[in-house]
């Protein structure tokens, strides 16, 4: 063979390999659970900019309706990543499920409305313990709140708010457990009096009705409130941990996406909470509104998570504190902020 048959066999030969040469590397696949809210925009904003694919992640969405449904996912290791409320993962760890929260995405989500009903007794100068209990004189029934199920972030914000802070009475309230897109529904329709909701179905229903009133924000249900974190499963981690810190980074970058631009970040988010039939003005507006903090920092929700477990050993929804050591890998996040 001479030289330039050579060349050509070689040529020949490249172009049977894959780009990037034998060496490239295949996508990791990355099947990730979440709760429809804005609290998991990162995620969408990361995905919809490409990040999460320059990152070497092929991810495919789940939707669930809340976190303690998606413990089961998580158990049968049907889902790697977990994108939803931080409540029930210590829990999940107890059982043995192998999970590590990574980032938060948010705070202070979760916030009190009042359904018409309901909301013309929260009159200026009027307790929330008062407003309650002269609905119950009016119609002789307690107040139907509604909030995903016992164990999850809203359930417990909501609890903590009627008890601890409102100090409202028992018999005057009634806790209705139900999915997120049930809560919405029932809220608009007037089937309960009120409802713990997070964005977007805040501006959702205040949009649609403008008589359903905000009565208590995140840092008035429960202080220092977590949110939504991202958390991976121990085997995704220790397979793919360069892929797990390109997530995390992306998260940072994201997240300045949403507070700075949140009209760049909307069509994103739109495409994946909205499934391209809520208007995109509708989810920019969620995207800025009181109830929305977007917060990719882990370390700033440990104590708060403690005091959210505490609480739920109190309500009984949790036997007793369980320990957090191995929960928080805070290390992605320090890594990328010197990224």
């Given amino acids: 063979m001479d030289r330039r048959q050579f060349l050509l066999a070689g040529s020949s030969l490249a172009a049977t390999l894959p780009f990037g040469g034998a060496f490239a590397q295949e996508a990791v696949p990355a099947r990730i659970g979440y709760i429809p809210i804005i609290g998991t925009a990162p995620i969408f904003v990361a995905n919809g900019e490409g990040w999460l694919k320059q990152a070497g992640l092929a991810p495919a969405f789940t939707v669930f309706e809340s976190g303690p449904n998606m413990i089961q996912a998580l158990a049968s290791g049907t889902i790697d990543l977990y994108v939803a409320g931080v409540a029930p993962l210590a829990v999940a760890r107890s059982r043995g499920v192998d999970i590590r929260v990574v980032a938060s995405t948010a705070t202070g989500e979760n916030v009190f409305v009042a359904a018409p009903a309901l909301a013309k007794f929260f009159t200026t100068g009027t307790s929330a313990a008062a407003a309650f209990k002269a609905h119950k004189t009016s119609t002789g029934k307690p107040a139907r709140l509604a909030?995903?199920?016992?164990?999850?972030?809203?359930?417990?914000?909501?609890?903590?708010?009627?008890?601890?802070?409102?100090?409202?009475?028992?018999?005057?309230?009634?806790?209705?457990?139900?999915?997120?897109?049930?809560?919405?529904?029932?809220?608009?329709?007037?089937?309960?009096?009120?409802?713990?909701?997070?964005?977007?179905?805040?501006?959702?229903?205040?949009?649609?009705?403008?008589?359903?009133?905000?009565?208590?924000?995140?840092?008035?249900?429960?202080?220092?409130?977590?949110?939504?974190?991202?958390?991976?499963?121990?085997?995704?981690?220790?397979?793919?941990?360069?892929?797990?810190?390109?997530?995390?980074?992306?998260?940072?970058?994201?997240?300045?996406?949403?507070?700075?631009?949140?009209?760049?970040?909307?069509?994103?988010?739109?495409?994946?909470?909205?499934?391209?039939?809520?208007?995109?003005?509708?989810?920019?507006?969620?995207?800025?509104?009181?109830?929305?903090?977007?917060?990719?920092?882990?370390?700033?929700?440990?104590e708060p998570a403690r005091a959210m477990q505490a609480y739920q050993v109190k309500l009984g929804s949790l036997e007793k504190e369980l320990p957090f050591d191995g929960l928080f890998e805070t290390q992605y996040y320090e890594r990328a902020l010197k990224g």
């Fill in 147 to 302: 909030t995903q199920p016992a164990g999850s972030v809203p359930n417990t914000v909501l609890q903590y708010w009627l008890w601890e802070v409102a100090k409202a009475d028992k018999g005057d309230v009634e806790i209705v457990p139900m999915g997120i897109d049930a809560t919405q529904q029932a809220v608009l329709a007037g089937a309960v009096e009120g409802a713990i909701v997070r964005e977007p179905a805040l501006t959702i229903i205040q949009t649609r009705n403008p008589g359903i009133k905000l009565i208590a924000g995140g840092e008035d249900v429960f202080p220092g409130q977590p949110g939504t974190v991202v958390a991976v499963s121990g085997a995704f981690a220790t397979k793919n941990p360069d892929a797990v810190q390109k997530l995390v980074s992306s998260l940072v970058k994201a997240a300045d996406v949403l507070v700075k631009t949140p009209a760049k970040a909307a069509p994103h988010v739109g495409a994946a909470l909205g499934k391209g039939i809520v208007d995109p003005a509708l989810i920019e507006k969620a995207l800025t509104s009181p109830a929305t903090h977007f917060e990719i920092d882990p370390r700033k929700i440990i």
